[in-house]
């Protein structure tokens, strides 16, 4: 009988990964709380002029083409949020359209087993409520033998107390205050609410935030005649060039290269992260591209804009590509949009108008958009126990025998910025990013989308391949022996983290980083491929070329054939 497997989520991750296993035998469903499939590209979440950070080409699955834009030559290639709407409703239209439940909230999820020591016996029960009528929901519950969890780190908003609507429900503002994930949603009553009372008078918002949702939105609401004013203590470094950058380099493995992974897998990559003369080059490389980036869209010297984390260290890098008239950088440089920073909103005025800062400066408003970020999205699913029992959730770094003999003698990585103590820099212990190391031996449980990387489409996709042949218990999978050793190596890549990126896991929720590989997903896909005992580097090139050859979801179309055929001649020996 095939096994049954919820999938959490009808996101990007979500829905690649209920294709790629429904291909391989088993009995999906995909739960999702929206009425669309998508995520955060979902119809009831997208709104005008939101641009994302991924070109025609990357975003996308190797089962089914995306057309190009009309506009393809002028912007690049780039990707609107209408457009990953459509692509996702068509993947789900095109191989999942009788597999996903639209309006169901997943409210726990829990696992029920005679004897939790046998690997074989658990099950999994899901409770889901009806989310399209609240006064009249039904709880019900569903039972899987597999779960895999696919909900993302950008469907929990994440508030402060003391600027939440609730706060501001008790007096403290009468204007609108709403999440960064509502403008979509709720886009037509903010626009109301703020309506200009003529053009010599329009309305006051404030953005806090300083990420790519708060650029969108200042510009959308400076662009529909809103007087903007953005709050932030750092922003987002981005990646810009005045014409769009080729494929040779926006595609290829050239960043990747010259980013430091855990194990250098190449001679150039030696050279580069653990030579004097290769360090120069890598961090010249960086400078250089980073004082292009801010020549590119004009970012003056003492501009607040330059309050980010170095390009090198960092993971809040946009692709902002050639820029755009009466975009969010341009509307800044023409003294459209007002920037406060470095500040922090700290509370609403007294006089049910205004935000205070804290230096104490005092904003007027009428109305407010937390662009504040997200927690974690498995918070409401999961009780407590069943989250140590699975072991998710992130923990602070662990004393070990192995522990001690972690090292990176790596050039490129001497002299990171000042971070916060290792010990407070908690990380997960996702092996791979994509199962927990304490459940490894089930083979019931996985998370897909929990990755961070500049190309999710080729991530999710060979993810999923992984994940299928782990719950098949394809013997060819090369995957630890015991939780012990999976645990090692997941602290292993956290220690590594905290060099690499500093800070950096500060600013994730855990469910969006099981694994942080940015610039380095090239080399991660490459370790998937190698667990699964399959061909890598699949862009091919000479020792010279190689770099800079476009890699191609083309290159991952046959993984399931692949496997398929490592599992047929296992069966005939």
Not at 238 to 252: D, N, V, Y
Not at 343 to 349: E, I, K, L, P
Not at 481 to 503: Q, V, W
Request: net charge neutral; charged share 20%.
């Amino acid at each position: 009988m095939a096994k049954s497997v919820g999938i959490i989520g009808s996101g990007a991750a979500g829905l690649v990964t209920a294709h790629t296993l429904l291909c391989d035998g088993f009995d999906v469903t995909v739960l999702t709380r929206d009425s669309s499939p998508g995520g955060v590209w979902s119809k009831d979440r997208i709104y005008p002029d939101l641009l994302i950070n991924n070109v025609h080409g990357e975003y996308r699955f190797s089962a089914l083409p995306m057309p190009e834009r009309p506009d393809f030559k002028a912007t690049g290639g780039r990707l609107s949020g209408e457009d990953m709407r459509q692509y996702m409703e068509n993947y789900a239209d095109s191989f999942l359209s009788k597999n996903i439940r639209y309006n169901v909230e997943v409210i726990n999820i829990r696992r029920i087993s005679p004897d939790v020591s046998q690997t074989d016996t658990s099950r999994w029960v899901v409770t889901v409520s009806n989310t399209i009528d609240n006064t009249n929901s039904r709880t019900q519950e569903l039972t899987f033998d597999k779960i895999v969890l696919c909900t993302g780190g950008c469907s929990q908003a994440s508030m402060p107390k003391e600027l939440s609507p609730a706060a501001a429900s008790n007096g403290a503002f009468d204007g609108m205050v709403i999440h960064s994930s509502e403008f979509g949603p709720r886009l037509q009553d903010f626009l109301a609410a703020t309506a200009p009372d003529s053009k010599e008078n329009p309305r006051d918002v404030v953005v806090i935030g300083g990420g790519k949702s708060a650029m969108d939105i200042a510009s959308y609401l400076t662009n529909q005649g809103r007087r903007v004013s953005m709050v932030f203590e750092t922003t987002d470094m981005f990646l810009a060039s005045p014409t769009p950058l080729p494929s040779f380099i926006r595609k290829s493995r050239l960043l990747s290269v010259m980013s430091p992974h855990i194990d250098l897998r190449s001679r150039l990559e030696h050279f580069l992260h653990t030579s004097w003369l290769g360090s120069k080059i890598v961090h010249g490389f960086w400078d250089i591209l980073a004082w292009s980036c801010f020549l590119s869209l004009s970012i003056p010297k003492k501009s607040p804009l330059r309050r980010t984390y170095p390009f090198f260290w960092g993971i809040r890098i946009n692709d902002e590509g050639a820029g755009r008239t009466n975009g969010f950088y341009d509307l800044v440089n023409k003294g459209k949009i007002n920037l406060v920073a470095p500040a922090r909103a700290v509370s609403f005025g007294t006089n049910q108008k205004s935000v205070v800062l804290n230096d104490g400066r005092i904003l007027k408003t009428d109305a407010i958009v937390l662009a504040t970020g997200f927690r974690s999205s498995w918070d409401n699913i999961f009780d407590q126990a069943t989250k140590n029992d699975l072991g998710l959730g992130k923990h602070a770094p662990m004393e070990t025998a192995e522990s001690k003999n972690y090292q990176w003698s790596y050039t490129s990585l001497k002299d990171p910025p000042p971070a916060q103590p290792e010990n407070q820099q908690w990380a997960s212990s996702l092996y791979r990013g994509l199962v927990p190391a304490k459940n490894i031996l089930h083979k019931d449980f996985a998370v897909n989308g929990a990755i961070f990387a500049t190309n999710n489409g080729f991530m999710f996709e060979t993810s999923a391949h992984w994940i299928s042949s782990y719950f098949l218990g394809d013997k060819f999978l090369r995957v630890p022996s015991s939780p012990e050793e999976a645990f090692l190596s997941t602290e292993r890549e956290a220690a590594f983290l905290r060099k690499r990126h500093p800070d950096m896991v500060l600013w994730t929720n855990e469910s969006y980083s099981g694994a942080i590989k940015f610039f380095n997903w090239p080399q991660h896909i490459d370790e998937l491929l190698d667990d699964m005992g399959l061909p890598c580097s699949r862009s091919g090139g000479s020792w010279l070329t190689w770099p800079f050859k476009v890699m191609d979801l083309r290159e991952i179309f046959s993984l399931g054939l692949e496997r398929e055929a490592k599992r047929a001649a296992l069966r005939d020996d």
